[in-house]
C-alpha cells in the first residue's frame, strides 16, 4: 500500500519507492528478475498462495519487488489505493473492461476512444463476448447520455480529453450519473496523468499507457491500472492473473527512472507546448489548435475547473483549403518533428489524422484536416522556427496561397 504522507508531488517522484536507501545504500531499487519463487517449507507455500492478491512474492507473474516499487508510485500519484501493471496501455484498457464485462451485458464508449480500444472493443467485446457496445458523443450532456443506459449497461468508459480530437468530459457530472445508475467508471487517465486526479472525479478505475510521459523516453510500453476499493482491486487483479498478464520488470525499473524526473519534464513540455500551441493558433493557415488549456479550445471551461495542469500533446486543424497533400508536403518538411504515434517522450512529433480516425456516434467534423502534434523537450524557438519553414510548403503548387 502507499505511503501515507503530506508532500508535495516532485517530493513524492524524488522519495517514493525507494527501499534501496534502506537496504544497501543505493538510492535506486535493485531491479529484480525472476520466474521461480523458493519457499523455505510446504506450509509456507501454502500460506504465500493465499495471497496472491497482495503484494507477496509467489510467482514471479504475479509480481516481484521491482513491480510493486512502482506499482505503489502510480497508485499513489493518481490518488488511488493499489495499482496493477500489465505489459502495454493497451492491455491495461482491455484487462479493466474484461473485469467487468460479461457476455449480455452493456458498455458505453465515448466516440473519441483511442483506436485500438475501439478495436478491442468491437473484435472481442462485441465481436466475441457477445457483449453490447455502445458508442457515445464524448461531449453528451449527463441527462443525454443517461437516455443511452439499459439495464443492462455494466461501465461507462471515459477517456478525457479524447484521443485526436481532445474533447473534455465532465467526468464529475458523468460519475455521479454512473453511481446513480449503478455503472463502473472506467477512465483512460493517459494525457491527465496527475494534472487530473481520477478518483476524487468520482472514477472507480483509472487506466494509463505508462509508455507515455511516465516513461518518456520512447523506449518503454507499459500499462497501469488503479483502483481505490477492495472490491474493484479483486476485480481488476484477478482479471489480469487470468488472463496471464506481466510486465517486464527491466521496463518497469526504467518507468520508475522515469518518474524520477517526471515533474521536470511535465513542466518544460506544458510551457513549450502550450508556446507552440499558441504559434499555431496565430497562423492564418489554422483554422483552430484543439489544446484544452488554450481558451476557446473545446471543453477549455471544464478543463480549467477540473484539471491543474495540461500536457503537450494536441491537435491543429488546417483550413479546409490547404488540401491533404499539401499539409503531408509540409510534415514530411519538418525536420525537428518524428512521424511517429507513440508520444510522452522528450522528441517532437507530427502525426497527420486525416483519413485515419472512426467515428461512429456522429460524424467527424473538424472544419479541416487535422495534425496531432506532441512537443517533446526541444528548445521551443527552434521549434517554432522548422514550423516556419516547413509551413513554406502550404503555399507551394497551384490553389490559394
Ligand atoms: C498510447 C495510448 C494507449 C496505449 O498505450 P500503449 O502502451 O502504446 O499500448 C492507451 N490510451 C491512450 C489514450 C493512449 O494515448
Redesign the pocket.
Known sequence: MPEQHDDHFATRLSHLARPGTRVHGFVNPPLHRGSTVLVPSTAARRESWKHRYDQYLTYGLHGNETHHALENLIADIEGGTRCQVVS????A?CIALLAYLRHGEHCLIPDSV?G??RSFCDGVLAGRMAVEVGYYRPDLAPAELEALVRPNTRVLYL?SPG?HTFEIQDVPALAALARRRGLKVLM?N??GLHFFQPFRHGVDVSIQ?L??YAGGHADV???SIVTRSDEDWRAVRQTALLYGQYASPDDCWLTLRGLRTLNVRLRQQMASGLEVARWFAARPEVLRVLHPALPGAPGHDIWRRDFDGACSLFGVVFRPEFGETRIDAMIDALRLFGIGA?WGGFESLALPTYGSVVRTAAPLDLGGPAVRFHVGLEEPADLIADLERAFGRLHEGAGPA
Open positions: 502495454s496501455g493497451l492491455a484498457n483511442y485500438p480500444v477517456e484521443s483512460d493517459t494525457w499507457a509508455t507515455k510500453l507499459l500499462g507513440s
